[in-house]
């Protein structure tokens, strides 16, 4: 699996020996550094467990062993319209 922008992951010891204590990571991109057959680079966030970000972190995992907890980014809110207020006009003098 090739994780995409917006992805959330579970990244855990099977992915990488430094994850002893699994992480949820959001995916930024997955960087094109050079590395070995399988692994690679991903710029993203760690997750808390209400999935607000935490630190920004570029980690280096095996492909296979990234578990995928939700295809993407969950959708955005609804802006929220507020009517607009009439602009007021008055005379200016000039001069």
């Not at 579970?10 to 992915?15: E, G």
């Not at 980690?59 to 802006?79: N, Y």
């Amino acid at each position: 699996m090739l994780p995409r922008s917006g992805d959330v992951l579970n990244v855990t010891r099977a992915a990488s020996v430094q994850f002893l204590r699994p992480i949820r990571y959001r995916v930024i991109r997955v960087l094109d550094w050079p590395t070995y057959d399988g692994w690679l680079w991903l710029d993203g966030y760690e997750l808390n467990s209400a999935g607000d970000a935490v630190a920004r972190r570029s980690i280096f995992v095996q492909r296979e062993g990234l578990q995928q907890v939700q295809q993407s980014a969950p959708e955005p809110r609804p802006h929220t319209v507020r009517p607009r207020r009439p602009v007021v006009r008055t005379p200016v003098r000039v001069g």
